[in-house]
């Protein structure tokens, strides 16, 4: 069974530039997150789907962050604009009914 | 307020030299611990799911067990390749407290 797909898994850009990430999640796993992931600290979550709706975006920053999920299938995850505070792996996971989340291998951003 | 807190930050073993590591937890109502393992430069793999406390579960050289207030993840006679940062997260079982609250997570380093 393939695995939750993300892409690019590095990006380096400079503040105030936009970036986009994408994420592919196993095939018939209706919710999907977005976590932030700082060095050294445990996932942040951004955002929850649960099949092309918002579940919780409380913590996502919505002046720069925004994310969707069209068809219910893949999402993406946009900054405009890129501050250096955003530096951080991105983590794209779907996860099981019974509650395990699958994770990819995230998408690495240097704001320089 | 809901919280997670794992310890120790960091653990240096010598291989064979079995440990414990701690997640300690406050939550309303317990839905769900869940211990995940997670190497430099990838995403947290799933480990084990414990729902109750008495529950047990083993894989290979892991064993998590579970109490009211903290579960613990066993690992016996350890090798390098066990080497990874271990993420313990929680999920409650009403309104808000259905979201995932993460731990910051131990750094096991296993010398041979």
């Known amino acids: 069974e393939a695995g939750v797909a993300q892409s690019p898994r590095y990006k380096i850009i400079e503040k105030r530039q936009s970036v986009a990430f994408w994420c592919n999640p196993i095939s018939g796993h209706a919710t999907l997150y977005w976590y932030q992931q700082i060095l050294g600290q445990g996932p942040k979550l951004l955002i929850q789907?649960?099949?092309?709706?918002?579940?919780?975006d409380s913590q996502l920053p919505k002046d720069r962050f925004s994310a969707e999920r069209l068809k219910g299938v893949d999402s993406t995850l946009k900054i405009q604009p890129a501050k250096l505070e955003d530096s951080a792996v991105y983590l794209c996971?779907?996860?099981?009914?019974?509650?395990?989340?699958?994770f990819g291998e995230g998408s690495r951003l240097t704001v320089l | 307020e809901d919280q997670v807190t794992q310890s120790p930050e960091a653990l240096r073993l010598q291989e064979g030299e079995s440990s414990s590591l701690n997640c300690s937890y406050t939550?309303?109502?317990?839905?769900?611990l869940f211990w995940y393992r997670q190497d430099p430069g990838k995403g947290p793999e799933f480990l084990f799911t414990?729902?109750?406390?008495?529950e047990e579960k083993e894989k290979e050289r892991l064993k998590a067990t579970l109490t009211k207030k903290e579960s613990f993840l066993h690992i016996t006679a350890p090798k390098p390749e066990d080497s990874a940062t271990y993420l313990c997260a929680v999920q409650g079982s009403a309104g808000n407290n259905r979201k995932l609250i993460w731990g910051l997570g131990t750094s096991l380093a296993v010398n041979p």
């Open positions: 996971a779907s996860r099981l009914p019974t509650g395990e989340l699958f």
């Open positions: 414990l729902y109750s406390a008495g």
């Open positions: 789907f649960q099949n092309n709706g918002v579940v919780d």
């Open positions: 939550v309303s109502g317990l839905r769900g």
